[in-house]
T-cell receptor, first 108, second 113 residues
Framework: DQQVKQNSPSLSVQEGRISILNCDYTNSMFDYFLWYKKYPAEGPTFLISISSIKDKNEDGRFTVFLNKSAKHLSLHIVPSQPGDSAVYFCAAGDDMRFGAGTRLTVEP | NAGVTQTPKFRVLKTGQSMTLLCAQDMNHEYMYWYRQDPGMGLRLIHYSVGEGTTAKGEVPDGYNVSRLKKQNFLLGLESAAPSQTSVYFC????????????FGSGTRLTVV
């Protein structure tokens, strides 16, 4: 059973515009959520996290929003840059359940 | 700054062969993990360790064994490789579980024929 789901396999945006990546989860007991970025032939790198007691966390161009009632979180990247092109994974729970990932392409 | 180092980076095995994947971290992290990544599946936890001498099963442990004899090393063993174990394997470590995020190695691409 996939407790963390990323329903969009890919997303393409223009440079300078906003990228919104979405993630849904099923376990209401999850209390910590993270986003990772992965480039080809490299391991995932930690990007940003949010605790369940918050609904927003911001770090530079990256903002994560959490909607606990909807069991939904999203990652906003503003403005998007070509170097942001990568696969983005959301993860949650004490045993770090990962979604399947969304491939973001930022076009110049 | 080595971080998490995985060896080997690539390997091809025949069905039934055995091998060990080595993960080494130089950050003095207590927690270490082995994941596999398959297309459309994200990363799935195989085994993990919360300290030297400890191991525990993750989401998909069958067909794998692990050992953590030294704090800096976490070994993943395949006793009798099967084609279903063809995957990319990632090792990760963390200071204290989930909160601070994990540091991942660059992966081992394993093909079982």
């Amino acid at each position: 059973d996939q407790q963390v789901k990323q329903n969009s396999p890919s997303l393409s945006v223009q440079e300078g515009r906003i990228s919104i990546l979405n993630c849904d989860y099923t376990n209401s007991m999850f209390d910590y959520f993270l986003w990772y970025k992965k480039y080809p032939a490299e391991g995932p790198t930690f990007l940003i996290s949010i605790s369940s007691i918050k609904d927003k966390n911001e770090d530079g161009r990256f903002t994560v929003f959490l909607n606990k009632s909807a069991k939904h979180l999203s990652l906003h990247i503003v403005p998007s840059q070509p170097g942001d092109s990568a696969v983005y994974f959301c993860a949650a729970g004490d045993d770090m359940r990962f979604g399947a990932g969304t491939r973001l392409t930022v076009e110049p | 700054n080595a971080g998490v180092t995985q060896t080997p980076k690539f390997r091809v095995l025949k069905t039934g062969q055995s091998m060990t994947l080595l993960c080494a971290q130089d950050m003095n992290h207590e927690y270490m993990y082995w994941y596999r990544q398959d297309p459309g599946m994200g990363l799935r936890l195989i085994h993990y360790s919360v300290g030297e001498g400890t191991t525990a099963k993750g989401e998909v442990p069958d067909g794998y064994n692990v050992s953590r004899l030294k704090k800096q090393n976490f070994l993943l063993g395949l006793e009798s490789a099967a084609p279903s174990q063809t995957s990319v394997y990632f090792c990760a470590s963390s200071y204290s579980g989930t909160v601070y995020g994990y540091t991942f190695g660059s992966g081992t691409r394993l093909t079982v024929v």
